[in-house]
T-cell receptor, first 113, second 110 residues
């Protein structure tokens, strides 16, 4: 059973056209993360929510924003996608504290035309 | 600057071989070291290591952490073609921040 679900699996958008990626979880974890993984590179943390508290990484571009309307859902909004934003976007969840591993969704592969 | 360095970058072995993948790290506020397996989709959790010298095992896979020398190894014995994947090492910095290495691409040929 899928526990961290990302939709869609593949997303194509036009240069500059806003796009939203979604993530939902059935684990009731209180921390949710968004990573960007470009081809042949390591996943890179963009931001995470600890409950409703938003934590942005210092080098995450302003073009990237996130929303977490409730425990189960988290969205990644890219306001004006550029060609360099083409990547796999991974959502992950974990339980805060106690050194718990993060559990990943299957990712959304974003292409920019 | 924090670093997680994996070696080798890629590795090709025959079925039945044993492989050792290496991960060294220098990160601030280190909490634990994690290993993930990534095929075409999401990274799948393998191990989390917090204490030095305690081997964790799962079937043919095992891993150990050395916090003095700042490295970890992942061993896979009797490799199978299904072990072909990218193996990612990541350091947990603080409570929530996973910092990944670029991975080792393992190819197991029949």
């Amino acid at each position: 059973d899928a526990m961290v679900i990302q939709n869609p699996r593949y997303q194509v958008t036009q240069f500059g056209k806003p796009v939203t990626l979604s993530c939902s979880q059935t684990l009731n974890h209180n921390v949710m993360y968004w990573y960007q993984q470009k081809s042949s590179q390591a996943p890179k943390l963009l931001f995470h929510y600890y409950d409703k508290d938003f934590n942005n990484e210092a080098d995450t571009p302003d073009n990237f924003q996130s929303r977490r309307p409730n425990t189960s859902f988290c969205f990644l909004d890219i306001r004006s996608p550029g060609l360099g934003d083409a990547a796999m976007y991974l959502c992950a969840t974990s339980i805060q504290g106690g050194n718990q591993p993060q559990h990943f969704g299957d990712g959304t592969r974003l292409s920019i035309l | 600057e924090d670093k997680v360095v994996q070696s080798p970058l890629s590795l090709v072995v025959h079925e039945g071989d044993t492989v050792t993948l290496n991960c060294s790290y220098e990160v601030t506020n280190f909490r634990s070291l994690l290993w993930y397996k990534q095929e075409k989709k999401a990274p799948t959790f393998l191990f989390m290591l917090t204490s030095s010298g305690i081997e964790k095992k799962s079937g043919r896979l095992s891993s150990i952490l050395d916090k003095k020398e700042l490295f970890s190894i992942l061993n896979i014995t009797a490799t199978q073609t299904g072990d072909s994947a990218i193996y990612l090492c990541a350091s947990l910095r603080g409570a929530n921040n996973l910092f990944f290495g670029t991975g080792t691409r393992l190819t197991v040929i029949p």
